[in-house]
């Protein structure tokens, strides 16, 4: 067999901020989002936890080298917001982002409650973790509580899984069986959002949830349940055709969003159609996230 390549040199480089250079441009608005805001305090507080990914830029301005930034463009902004002057990066071995974002997993709503309650554990009090985090530190208790009345082998099956925070507030009012038929839906189906949980809640029978619901003048008859549980087993089987194509698609996707990744890596091209294509040009870049983002959610499911 052949040598695996690896994906980053072992060693980590402090960069100045002047000499890495972002690959997308971040919307004027970004300084106002709730993720940028967690980011930067999450810096101030503790400084950067995860490097940035960079690649070493072939051509060097007066001898001096310069680096891609392959991901992490809300960290280098909140860097130059603080009024940083380095940052630490990993020297990635090949010069596509799409390459790096697939190495590594975001954090699951369940990893992030073993995190708090192993923080808390530690003596960590949750008013400094949400301070950290820039967030209401009510967050932080709810994030604490999550998997209470959760079923253990839901939670296994989630664990690895982007889920809605809600998702699990929704769950709470089924029984376990019911919980875990619902998530073996959701898993199926690769739909994870409250609005799955809340309509297969709905079709819940009384006797599968924790409460029983209240009599209600627009209660759905038996008749209305059965029809929306054929719906959704129609539902799951269109998901299951869909699901057959899927991998061929995102790769060709992906082999294309790469050529033209390199092709708007050419100054020349990039320059004219910013010149007179401006708005071609930013549809592109567009497509370009969009198929990262769907790369990369595939990937981690």
């Not at 980053?8 to 960069?15: A, C, D, G, T, V």
Request: glycine residues 4%; proline residues 4%.
């Amino acid at each position: 067999m052949g040598q695996v390549k690896q994906a980053f040199k072992s060693e980590i480089l402090s960069i100045p901020l002047d000499r890495i250079l972002p690959t997308r441009k971040l919307d004027k608005e970004i300084h106002g989002s709730k993720k940028f805001c967690t980011i930067k305090s999450s810096i101030r507080e503790l400084g950067v936890i995860e490097p940035l990914a960079v690649h070493p830029e072939p051509i060097m301005a007066s001898g001096i080298p310069s680096y891609i930034l392959l991901d992490g463009h809300l960290r280098l902004e909140a860097l130059k917001t603080l009024g940083g002057t380095e940052a630490l990066c990993l020297i990635s071995t090949d010069d596509e982002g799409f390459t790096y974002n697939r190495q590594i997993n975001r954090i699951t709503p369940v990893q992030e409650h073993k995190m708090i309650l192993a923080a808390i554990k530690k003596g960590i009090e949750p008013s400094r973790i949400a301070q950290v985090l820039g967030v209401n530190v009510d967050r932080i208790h709810e994030r604490q509580n999550l998997l209470n009345g959760i079923a253990p082998e839901v939670v296994e099956m989630l664990k690895v899984r982007m889920v809605a925070h809600d998702v699990f507030r929704v769950l709470r009012k089924m029984k376990p069986m019911r919980q875990i038929e619902t998530v073996e839906m959701m898993i199926s189906a690769n739909c994870f959002t409250q609005s799955y949980a809340r309509m297969v809640l709905a079709a819940t029978r009384p006797e599968m949830l924790v409460e029983k619901k209240k009599k209600a003048t627009n209660e759905a008859s038996s008749i209305d349940i059965a029809r929306m549980e054929r719906e959704m087993e129609n539902l799951q089987h269109d998901y299951k055709q869909v699901e057959d194509t899927l991998g061929e698609t995102m790769l060709v996707l992906v082999v294309a969003k790469g050529y033209l990744a390199r092709v708007l890596r050419n100054e020349a091209i990039a320059g004219y159609l910013q010149r007179h294509h401006a708005d071609l040009l930013e549809e592109l870049v567009s497509i370009m996230e969009s198929v990262s983002s769907d790369a990369r959610h595939l990937e981690r499911e």
